[in-house]
């Protein structure tokens, strides 16, 4: 069975400019979860969708946002990029929000 | 209020020596996960405990949950310097449904 995929891998963008980021989950997963986990914070939670409903959602500006179609795939979003949003965003797949499997995440830099 | 604290936060050790990493909550939790993260790769799942009091081996990776389902400890035998990494214990505490992460402990094993 094919593991999370998340495209792409490296990012550079400059700061105002926006960002999406695809995430493609292990086949049967309906919960979506994205991170961001930078050296000084740890993994922070963003938001979950199951069956593209937002289900869960942490405690991010309106900037960061998502979505998850209907095959499950995600796409999480950040305008109006700042300096500090340079960071590795991971997506991970689940059957039911609990057990979570990986992807190798996107890496961000915003100069 | 972080529900997952994990201990120690950092430890570097000489290969072989025996090390024990703790995650601590006041919540129960039906289940823990523990992950191991590579610097720059996405966490990868390395254990579920689901029942109070189990105990998993995994080669020279020895987990445990609490009896009360409140704590869970990650002993690694004769650790090696692929051990080296960031291992967090993750799960859904009982009357949420938010999948949290703990602290992280970052391990480094010196050859």
């Known amino acids: 069975k094919a593991g999370v995929t998340q495209t792409p891998r490296y990012l550079i963008k400059t700061r105002g400019q926006q960002v999406t980021l695809s995430c493609s989950p292990i086949s049967g997963h309906r919960s979506v979860s994205w991170y961001q986990q930078t050296p000084g914070q740890g993994l922070q939670f963003l938001f979950e969708?199951?069956?593209?409903?937002?289900?869960n959602k942490g405690n991010f500006p309106g900037r960061f946002s998502g979505r998850q179609f209907s095959n499950s795939r995600s796409e999480m979003n950040v305008s109006t990029l700042e300096l500090g949003d340079s960071a590795l965003y991971l997506c991970?797949?689940?059957?039911?929000?609990?057990?979570?499997?990986f992807g190798p995440g996107t890496r961000l830099l915003v100069l | 209020t972080q529900l997952l604290e994990q201990s120690p936060q950092f430890l570097s050790i000489q290969e072989g020596e025996n090390l024990t990493v703790y995650c601590n909550s006041s919540s129960v939790f039906s289940s823990l996960q523990w992950y191991r993260q590579e610097p720059g790769e996405g966490p990868v799942l390395l254990v579920t405990?689901?029942?109070?009091?189990e105990v998993k081996k995994l080669k020279r990776l020895t987990f445990q949950f609490g009896d009360a389902r409140k704590d869970s400890s990650l002993h690694i035998t004769a650790a090696q310097p692929g051990d080296t990494g960031l291992y967090l214990c993750?799960?859904?505490?009982?009357?949420?449904?938010?999948?949290?992460f703990g602290t992280g402990t970052r391990l480094k094993v010196l050859a």
């Open positions: 993750a799960g859904v505490a009982s009357g949420t449904y938010k999948y949290i």
């Open positions: 405990v689901v029942t109070g009091g």
């Open positions: 991970a797949s689940s059957l039911r929000g609990d057990t979570q499997y």
């Open positions: 969708y199951f069956s593209e409903t937002q289900r």
